[in-house]
């Protein structure tokens, strides 16, 4: 609720009821004792719950939890996993991946397919996931929405992507083309549709259920040939007024670096992405690819002098990035995914030291590897798409699916 | 309330208390059915938290308002000015301020000194704010607690002062500094003082009562010798962890430029702080200072080309760096404050330029002058002081102030 905005006893329960399934989403199976522990309700206020959420086809029951408890065992309670599924979808420079979701997180099934050509139209690359998303939809499980992760700057409301320089988009309205064509896949004319940047989608999977668990301030940023980058703050993800937050992949660290796609020079991943890292390895542009980047990161931990050094070298550009944003952010965490993450051994110590020679302040960040590797997106565009049912358990639905009557799963 | 805790009847009615007491601080004097529309609340839900509010002392209701609404004249609703005040301080490179404010920001009194020598002990400065205070406080008026605004990198728990460059200072506790010299004063033992960084509170100041009113997602930089920041996100103050965040004084966007302070080089203050905007206009560093800055942009209005150069040079190191925090932050409004507020004309141009240039996405922010000028920091000391409790209008005075058998102020 909106802090200027006054509350009532009805938006209280509500507000209760999305407590309850966000901590069984989140927490795994709890007993209700536990429940009330962690929502600091009461007893039978969780019975209450618990019981409208099960009537609602959301959660059941188990057995009660015997584990030495004092007083009466107390009933176990988690989500309904299989009964309804969101369609998350990741569109990669590289790869197209769709997989299904339901409560919890739990991942019913996945496809990922390699991309041949990096120049494709969007309607080629949603007839793409569409021929994906086919193989995984199943009668029983109704898809309650769909969210997709894209390598772009997208806008939060309706999807529509301003440009994705490694796609090769420009003003693309691409919420719009993935619900014409994924709607009628999925046997519904409403199922909302939900496009956002990988890296901010990064930053809610690992918050939710990654190495960003648990903390409130998190920086994310993950690099490919791209840099990407998601912030979570005061625990919640950093969005900007349109969507466009923590595009860092741009930022300003070298006058006199190289030409930028975007038009700048010296963005921060002219100077510390993939290509400069080959490029200053030696391997030529016609090789570059993850394979090349695997090569060089494995002769520099074998030796390999020019290796180490490009590494080296990019990791000092990363570190330098990453003390303006640490200086902007104040973050607990750093967490560096992709490229990042699987040259984590070497990066490290050359970040660390940049760090220690600039930082301003006695306690930096700690730095960490992403934990959910190159399913992070994926993972967070299935937490997007969830979100309207964990924030309005009884009405996220909006009478598109009854899920009542249906066997339990 | 936090996302992840249950909430109960006892809180939303603490909330709602709350709520109405904001908005009149905020919206200054409104009538009760304003308040019902504002708050979403119904008319009897708001009779019954201005009576208890009046109960506390803390509004009072006065003649109906009469300006033509439909149905029955409804009373209007003020804070009580002048019962309460808290003591807000400014601790600034080359002055100290103080004032007492009370609710709805009313200003009842201040002082401001010129600092007579830049590396004063802390002690020492805080004496001068005793000096100054003891001309503002008065016995009919309590002293509710203590908002500090200072040059410095700042723990946002204890106001323990990290580094303080422009003043000298590296590891002073000055929360317990400011405690031990102003709560005699005040006649309390534990009135809370609050210790921040200049540009946090410069935009908190403005999102309150300046020029980022109404906007959630906010950008402030203001630039004097140093450069100092705050942001606004989602409608909230961006602290970070430990409340260092948004110190842009020291983001890297020159490897090739200038030694800094920090140990590093090239930070963004190096180059487009009035250090740099003097040297470039050939003002010698034994005349630096505010009136030659100011001479400087006089000369540029006039036409003079080495001051119109230096000036624009010096906008487009800050275009620069604000177009990384424009695709960091992604905001509505940017705020430009101190000396770039006072050479917004010159400025304004160079910098959305540079924006334009390297911006990536077709709606960059709003680019406008700070409004609050330099009271933005005692301004924004205030509120700090103060949001104890508009948070908790029955419990944040904590027993310490009785404000109930005064007389109406």
Partial sequence: MRIEQGSTHEAVRRHNLSVVLRQLHLGGDLSRSELAVRTELNRSTIKALVHQLGGLGLVAEGPSDLRGTPGRPSPMVGVQRKR???LAVEIAVDSVAVATVGLGGHVHDRRRVERPDDRSEPAEIVGMVRALAAELIRPDRPIIGIGVAIVGIVRGDDGFVHVAPNLGWTAVPFGDVVARGLRPLVNSDDAP?????????????????????????????????GIGGGAIVGGQRLTGASGYAVEVGHLPVNPQG????????????????????????????????????????????AGEQRARQAV??????????????????????????????RAFDILEPVVVNVLRERA??????????????????????????????????????????????????
Same sequence: chains 1, 2.
Avoid: K
Wanted: with cysteine; charged share 20%.
């Fill in 84 to 86: 309804l599924a969101v």
């Fill in 193 to 225: 549709v939900f496009v956002a940047n990988e890296g901010d989608l990064g930053v809610l999977a690992e918050h939710t259920r990654g190495a960003a668990r648990g903390y409130d301030d998190v920086l994310y940023v993950s690099g490919e040939v």
């Fill in 258 to 301: 190289s030409r930028c796609g975007c038009g700048g020079r010296g963005c921060w991943e002219t100077e510390a992405g993939q290509r400069r890292l080959l490029h200053l390895a030696g391997v030529p542009d016609s090789d570059a690819g993850p394979a090349a980047f695997a090569g060089v990161v494995a002769a520099a931990r």
């Fill in 312 to 341: 080296e070298e990019v990791g000092r550009w990363l570190g330098i990035g990453l003390t303006g944003l640490i200086n902007v952010f104040n973050p607990e965490r750093v967490l560096l995914g992709g490229m990042y993450a």
């Fill in 360 to 409: 301003l302040t006695p306690s930096p960040a700690e730095i960490v590897p992403a934990a959910l590797g190159s399913d992070a997106a994926l993972i967070g565009a299935a937490e997007l798409a969830l979100a309207p049912l964990l924030e309005h358990p009884d009405t996220g639905l909006n009478g598109r699916v009854s899920l009542t009557d249906q066997p339990t799963g």
